[in-house]
């Protein structure tokens, strides 16, 4: 596979959670005496702050697209390199190796992985097929093509946006065609490339898109025309919570169980370990937690930045904990009977708890207990990035 060109090779990648944490104050003292500085090579944005990539992401949930990023760093401070690739156009790793980007594949849940990229895989980079840059107008649909490429599948509505609020959309259903303004001619998604249905469907704030819409179960079609708007802070908010929300299951089959349940009280398995076999102690965890999350605090708003620190633990999770803590917590019958919230993975539950619960005054005490069965959990948690 052709990598990136070696222009845009980095040559130290910052993925260890203690080399960040070790630049965080430099880097953080640094960017507030002076403007952030960007620049742009090809398809790739490189920047001293978040916001490129922060904006990157976001694009990427409302498109399908994949968000991939690496950090280094340079003269004590932190860069960030980030850019947008089609689904499918990279080669997934099984952990980090030389060269990898860290990317949020939102053609596949939002799921995480460490990724190379080649040459061709950087054809999306927010300019339309003819290089002109795409407007900030955004629809507010999750979209990704069918498998025979005939048409753009609803995958879900962003919320607050003029999809969301219009009513007339739900997930499932197919766009198979597209036209500008309100009664522009419709040209079919048959044929095209996603990057090219992207960029109809992208434009300036204040316009309008004609979708031609066909719901599973129903005859024929019907149009449906919707606003172009600009993403507001209020808006970027509520997909950064949704997205979190849609980590949990909720009930006790993942294979991860919530030590908070859905009312946001301690489950009855933290409270038995936090009993028996903790006590007093877990203040002491107050410490090593806060001093991880302020290490970390340079992360703490780039969406999935915490993921840099080493995926979360990487290994975090796989051992389960000692027979003393689980039998405190009164085995794995009642951990699962005492829970109504779970997770599939360590990682969604870490950053699902710090961005839900992170603020009730029991969290270091409860997360430390739940280090006891989940091992990592505690690292896993203070790296977790909202």
Known sequence: MERISASIRLGAVVLGSALLGACASSYQQGSTSSPAVTTVNGSVTTSTDTSAYQAQVLQASQTGQTACVQAEVVSGKMVYHSTLVAPGSFQVQAQHSEGAWRCVDYSNNAEQVWALLDSSSLASDGQSPTGEPLGKGLLGIRINQTEDKHFLKVESLVPLSAAEESGQLQSGDLIVAIGEGKDGELTPTAGQTLQQLVAQMRGEPGTFARLSIM????????????????????????????????????????????????????????????????????????????????????????????????????????????????????????????????????????????????????????????????????????????
Do not use: C
């Open 215 to 386: 719901s599973p179960g129903t005859a024929g079609t019907r149009d449906v025309v919707l606003e172009r708007r600009e993403q507001t802070a209020e808006q970027q908010a509520a997909i950064q919570q949704q997205q979190i929300d849609a980590l949990a299951i909720k009930d006790n089959s993942g294979q991860f169980l919530s030590p908070y349940t859905s009312d946001g009280v301690t489950a009855e398995w933290v409270n038995k370990t936090i009993n028996v076999s903790m006590g007093k102690a877990t203040g002491s965890a107050v410490g090593g937690v806060a001093g991880a999350y302020a290490a970390n605090k340079v992360l703490e708003n780039v969406p999935f930045g915490g993921m840099l620190g080493g995926f979360l633990g990487s290994k975090a999770g796989k051992a389960v904990g000692g027979n003393t803590a689980l039998e405190a917590s009164g085995g794995w019958d009642f951990i699962r009977s005492s829970s109504d919230i779970s997770f599939n993975s360590m990682n969604d539950m870490a950053r699902w708890l710090a961005t839900t619960h992170r603020d009730k005054s029991n969290f270091v005490d409860v997360i430390k207990a739940a280090d006891k069965i989940y091992p990592g959990l505690q690292t896993a948690v203070a790296n977790s990035a909202r």
